[in-house]
Antibody, heavy 120, light 110 residues
Framework: QVQLQESGPGLVKPSGTLSLTCAVA?????????WNWVRQAPGKGLEWIGE???????NYSPSLRGRVTISVDKSKNQLSLELSSVTAADTAVYYC?????????????WGQGTLVTVSS | QSALTQPRSVSGSPGQSVTISCTGT?????????VSWYQQHPGKVPKFMIY???KRPSGVPDRFSGSKSGNTASLTISGLQAEDEADYYC??????????FGSGTKVTVL
């Protein structure tokens, strides 16, 4: 059973950089999947942020491109998210999720999510 | 890239069927047969329910079914049960290797 666990600061100052890590357990991140970040603002819907393959290929949401960077650390079996120049609009629960076995266009395993609040 | 359009809410009595629509464009729903659906109970993690428009992952009851016509996908819940009360989100693969989620639909079991 794949397990994903997000971690990182729960509070980030406006104009700062949000940094989160997703540790993947019981499954190799080097298998043929994309690994994704999805967020959900309080009381709002899901928003796809971006994805990464262990070979380094990334795809990002057009609305966040330019502010977002997703990376992978195969030695630690984890992926990371950095979102720069944050504002209150970036306050959300951030989830990491496994994409389907390529070519699988869905998200089958999700982490528990971590709430990040942008506030001074 | 705007969110896919879903009704804000749908409701039905136990045993009835409800259908949730998910309307996109020719750049997402209409372009690919890669629509997936997720169920989310309050305060919980989204659960993977449907993929590739109409396929069910193992463990998902066959009361849940999906379909698509043109730019609109649909999720039907047959034999509605109390535990089906939740928010439901569609998601479509889209051009330029991106994904777009729907706005979400609250299903209420009367």
């Amino acid at each position: 059973q794949v397990q994903l666990q997000e971690s990182g600061p729960g509070l980030v100052k406006p104009s700062g950089t949000l940094s989160l890590t997703c540790a993947v357990a019981d499954y190799s991140i080097s298998n043929n999947h994309y690994w994704n970040w999805v967020r959900q603002a309080p009381g709002k819907g899901l928003e796809w942020i971006g994805e990464i393959h262990h070979r380094g290929t990334t795809n990002y949401s057009p609305s966040l491109r330019g502010r977002v960077t997703i990376s992978v650390d195969k030695s630690k079996n984890q992926l990371s998210l950095e979102l720069s120049s944050v504002t209150a609009a970036d306050t959300a629960v951030y989830y990491c999720a496994r994409g389907g076995l390529i070519p699988g266009y869905y998200f089958d395993y999700w982490g528990q999510g971590t709430l990040v609040t942008v506030s001074s | 890239q705007s969110a896919l359009t879903q009704p804000r809410s749908v409701s039905g009595s136990p045993g009835q069927s409800v259908t949730i629509s998910c309307t996109g464009t020719s750049s997402d729903v209409g372009a690919y047969n890669y629509v997936s659906w997720y169920q989310q109970h309050p305060g919980k993690v989204p659960k993977f329910m449907i993929y590739d428009v109409s396929k069910r992952p193992s463990g998902v009851p066959d009361r849940f079914s999906g379909s698509k016509s043109g730019n609109t996908a649909s999720l039907t819940i047959s034999g509605l049960q109390a535990e089906d009360e939740a928010d439901y989100y569609c998601c479509s693969y889209a051009v330029s290797h991106t994904y777009v989620f729907g706005s979400g639909t609250k299903v209420t079991v009367l």
